[in-house]
C-alpha cells in the first residue's frame, strides 16, 4: 500500500505569517523519511496553504513522486503540463470550504473533465479522479478515460465514531469495499482518501484493491503534537546559552 502524505498544512503554518519556515521541502524530505512513497499538494484556488512555488521546488528537486490535487480549470490544466507531477488528481473546490467536501460530479463535468484528461493525457500525465464511493460513477470516469479513481473516505470518516461505537459494520467502509473492487475490475489504479486517521486508516488499508492512500491533516496534526517536545527543548538549550 502505497502512502502519499498530504503537506498542504504545513503550508497553513507557514502562511499564517508569510514566513518561509516550515520548510516545504524538508516537510516532504521527512515525510519521505518515515515511509511516504509520493508528496501530495493541493493548490488551491485561493492559495491559501501551497503556493504555484512550492509545487514548482517540489518537482524541481527530483527527490519525491508528486501528486497535485487541483481544480480542472485552464490555469491549472496549463500549469500542470508545465510543471509534469507524476500524478494530477483532479477534484472539485469551493472557495467557502475548509476542505474538499465532496467527490466530482461526472455527471454534470463529464465534458469538461474529458477534455481535461484529453490534454493531460498528451502531456503524458497520469489522471486520477477524485470520486464520491458510488458504482455508478465509474462508467463515467472510464467515459472520461481516467487512469486512476480516488474514493472520497470523508463519509466513511464521520461515520466511524458513530458507527464504529456501536459495533455495526458501517454502511460507508461497505461502499467504499465494492466501489474500490468494481474500479479495480474495470482497470483503474485505486487511490482514497480524505479524513482518514490513525484510528480509522486499518479498515481501509485492509481493502486490497486499494493502492494509494493520500492523507494529510492528521498526519501534520501529529507531527506538531509528537515533535513539540523537541522543539521546545532547543529552544530552552538556546534560552540557557545565553
Ligand atoms: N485526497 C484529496 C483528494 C483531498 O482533497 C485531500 C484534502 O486535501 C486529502 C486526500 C487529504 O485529506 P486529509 O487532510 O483529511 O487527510
Redesign the pocket.
Known amino acids: 500500500m502505497n502512502l502519499g502524505v ?1 503537506i ?2 504545513v503550508a497553513t503554518l507557514r502562511e499564517a505569517r508569510k514566513e518561509q519556515v516550515p520548510n516545504i521541502l524538508q516537510a516532504a524530505d521527512l515525510a519521505y523519511a518515515g515511509g511516504a512513497t509520493s508528496i ?1 499538494v ?1 493548490l488551491r484556488e485561493d492559495r491559501r496553504h501551497i503556493q504555484d512555488e512550492d509545487v514548482i521546488q517540489l518537482r524541481k528537486s527530483k527527490k519525491f513522486k508528486l501528486n497535485l ?1 487541483m481544480a480542472a480549470t485552464a490555469f491549472m490544466i496549463k500549469f500542470a503540463t508545465r510543471i509534469g507531477p507524476d500524478q494530477v ?1 483532479l ?1 472539485p473546490e469551493k472557495r467557502q470550504e475548509l ?2 467536501e465532496g467527490g466530482l460530479h461526472l455527471r454534470k463535468l463529464w465534458k469538461r473533465l474529458r477534455q481535461s484528461v484529453q490534454t493531460l493525457h498528451r502531456a503524458k500525465l497520469k489522471v486520477s479522479l ?1 470520486i464520491n464511493p458510488e458504482l455508478e460513477i465509474l462508467p463515467i470516469a472510464k467515459q472520461i478515460q481516467a487512469d486512476a479513481v ?1 474514493l472520497h473516505t470523508g463519509l466513511y470518516s464521520l461515520s466511524f465514531k458513530q458507527e464504529h461505537k456501536q459495533g455495526s459494520t458501517p454502511h460507508a467502509l461497505n461502499q467504499i469495499k465494492i466501489c474500490a473492487l468494481l474500479a479495480y475490475q474495470m482497470g483503474f489504479q485505486v487511490n482514497a ?4 486517521t490513525y484510528q480509522n486508516v486499518g479498515q481501509v488499508a485492509r481493502i486490497a484493491e486499494i493502492q494509494e492512500l ?5 498526519i501534520v496534526a501529529r507531527a506538531v503534537l509528537v515533535g513539540m517536545k523537541q522543539a521546545v527543548h532547543e529552544m530552552v538549550q538556546e534560552i540557557r546559552r545565553k
Not at 482518501?193 to 482518514?196: M, S
Not at 493520500?214 to 492528521?218: L, R, S, V
Open positions: 498530504n498542504d498544512h501530495t493541493h490535487e488528481t477534484v476542505t474538499t477524485f480516488e482518501g480524505h479524513g482518514l493520500n492523507i494529510g491533516h492528521d
